[in-house]
């Protein structure tokens, strides 16, 4: 069921760039793999510093797969995770994107104003994506978390 909503984000995307695509701009100015690296670069860190790298991949093990929490703070510990995945993506991709146009705006070049709103829109625009591709997982693992707890009563 994940992957339905993977793919539906991916065919979303696809018919933004179909319907809003005319402008000039075609499939090749949405694609920007640095933005996409650099959000990573931050969130894989930050989950890293928090010390639930590895709950947050139970989390999508949970959610993914048939795999069942042997705890119920196991679970917890991976909702927690996704959680602050899903923050530093929000927080991430709004910083990552205010830089590029606070550095034109501080040289003063309007020649390159709209090319840096356009990546820092892009940039913000993965964030994004990538939240809501968390957000199915955050909510079956919620599921989980409830299953589990009706499960002991």
């Known amino acids: 069921m994940y992957f ?4 539906g984000v991916i065919v979303s995307f696809l018919l933004g ?3 809003f695509g005319g402008f000039g701009m075609g499939i090749m100015g949405l694609i920007d793999p640095t933005s996409f690296i650099l959000l990573l670069i931050l969130c894989i860190p930050v989950l890293m510093a928090a010390g639930v790298l590895k709950d947050f991949v139970n989390g ?5 797969t048939k795999k069942q929490p042997q705890s119920l703070g196991e679970i917890k510990r991976a909702i927690q995770a996704v959680e602050l995945a899903i923050r530093t993506l ?9 830089m590029p146009a606070i550095l034109v705006l501080y040289e003063g ?6 090319p840096s709103i ?3 829109a892009i940039c913000f625009a993965y964030g ?12 079956r693992l919620e599921f989980k ?7 002991e009563e």
């Not at 339905?4 to 793919?7: E, H, N, Q, R, Y």
């Not at 999508?60 to 993914?64: D, E, K, L, M």
């Open 4 to 7: 339905i909503a993977v793919i």
């Open 17 to 19: 760039v179909v319907f």
């Open 60 to 64: 999508f093990r949970f959610a993914v």
């Open 90 to 98: 929000l927080f991430g991709s709004l910083f990552l994107s205010v």
């Open 109 to 114: 070049n309007g020649e390159y104003i709209w």
């Open 118 to 120: 356009g990546v820092s």
């Open 128 to 139: 994004l994506g990538m939240i809501i591709l968390l957000l199915p997982v955050k909510t």
């Open 145 to 151: 978390l409830i299953d589990f707890i009706n499960s």
